[in-house]
Nanobody
Framework: QVQLVESGGDLVQAGGSLRLSCAAS????????AAWYRQAPGKQRELVAS???????NYGDSVKGRFTISRDNAKNTVYLQMNSLKPEDTAVYYC???????????????WGQGTQVTVSS
């Protein structure tokens, strides 16, 4: 069973930077569209950023200009570069992506388990 695995979450001071990574737990054919979501305690999960298979990106208003989503198709990995972090960015960050597990197979949606990002003031 393939899983999405996030990494890179950590405790960082306000103003600092982190880079999150998201990759499949085993070899796959390709990643289609992907996105990062986050959920803070007591709040609903919200979209942080998304990227199409072609590389077009969109961002939530609260992270525009500070976060950058990118992808490395050769490594089947999606990244979230987070700069100028604020305490309100503290949340569990989840990766969501469409994975193609076999050649000519369909794209199926997967979620990662999440990685904790904590920003101290």
């Amino acid at each position: 069973q393939v899983q999405l695995v996030e990494s890179g979450g950590d405790l960082v001071q306000a103003g600092g930077s982190l880079r999150l990574s998201c990759a499949a737990s085993r070899s796959i054919v390709s990643i289609g569209a992907a996105a990062w979501y986050r959920q803070a305690p007591g709040k609903q999960r919200e979209l942080v950023a998304s990227i199409t298979s072609g590389g077009s990106a969109n961002y939530g208003d609260s992270v525009k200009g500070r976060f950058t989503i990118s992808r490395d198709n050769a490594k089947n990995t999606v990244y979230l570069q987070m700069n100028s972090l604020k305490p309100e960015d503290t949340a569990v960050y989840y990766c969501n992506a469409q994975l193609r597990l076999r050649v000519l197979g369909p794209l199926s949606e997967y979620w990662g388990q999440g990685t904790q990002v904590t920003v101290s003031s």
